[in-house]
């Protein structure tokens, strides 16, 4: 990428139609873009196979056309590309910084605080002895593959405590410390799908030349997890900058599994790409 260069990309999962939170994401991401002449790559998340489906992508693209948001290049489909995103996972592999967890989403909340979860509480593990790992895998048994902080911290060294990222703002650029300890080992990938959100996203983003990120607040704490993968794959670390959210009547993020109404269903009640933006609070 050339100096002065802005590429960003708005990367949606087909796992249901696009409801207002999705609109002012995007709204947010070609308002930059359009702001620092910059192109928007679209990348579609559908690593999911089993909620993923190809009727919510043309959703999707038709709702994009339809709010005027076009997009540079071709769609990439990180279904597509699940060769690579293995690919980087036995570099991690290879030198020691991922492990088998065997353990299931409901023994590792057992163990934890209640209430907590265990995406978000730190959970850590360590890889279990040759002979039961090789038990259990001939049994069948699930697993996922988890990243070792442990490792992670002992191979970057003082690197790991130094981790951090800038935030770019209409105000100017400042950098942020990354601690990517709360969240602990981070599942990279599992027995039955060859990578996760976290691998594919910063894979993408090194692979697509991606600058600046725009993302929601609800994974700004998440970003010192890409930080740590940047650092430990030699990636580039793109610019970030934070959105807020488009909350429901209870104060809540609008989900796609709560049943939070889409977008086409506004565009069949009459509702034009202005009331959306404006039902965003964008103006």
Known sequence: MGAGEFVTRFAPSPTGHLHLGHALSAFHVWDTARAHNGKVLLRIEDIDQTRCRPEYETSILADLEWLGLDWD???????DHFAEYES????????????RCFKTRREIAAALPAGASPDTAGFTGKSLPADKEREL??????????????AARAQLGPEYDALSYTVFSKCGQHRVKADPAPFGDVVLARKDTPTSYHLACC?????????????GEDIREMTSVHVLLQALMDWPQPLYTFHPLVLGADGKKLSKRAGDRGLRAWREDGKTPEDIRAMTGLF
């Not at 290049?73 to 279904?79: A, D, Y």
């Not at 895998?137 to 442990?150: F, I, M, N, V």
Request: glycine share 8%; net charge positive.
């Open 203 to 215: 894979h993408d983003d090194a692979l697509q030349g991606i600058t600046h990120v725009i993302r």
């Open 88 to 99: 980087a996972l036995n570099s991690l592999k290879a030198r020691g910084l991922v492990y």
């Open 137 to 150: 895998l001939d049994r069948g048994h699930a697993y996922a593959w988890r990243l070792s902080l442990s």
């Open 73 to 79: 290049g071709p769609v990439r489909r990180q279904s």
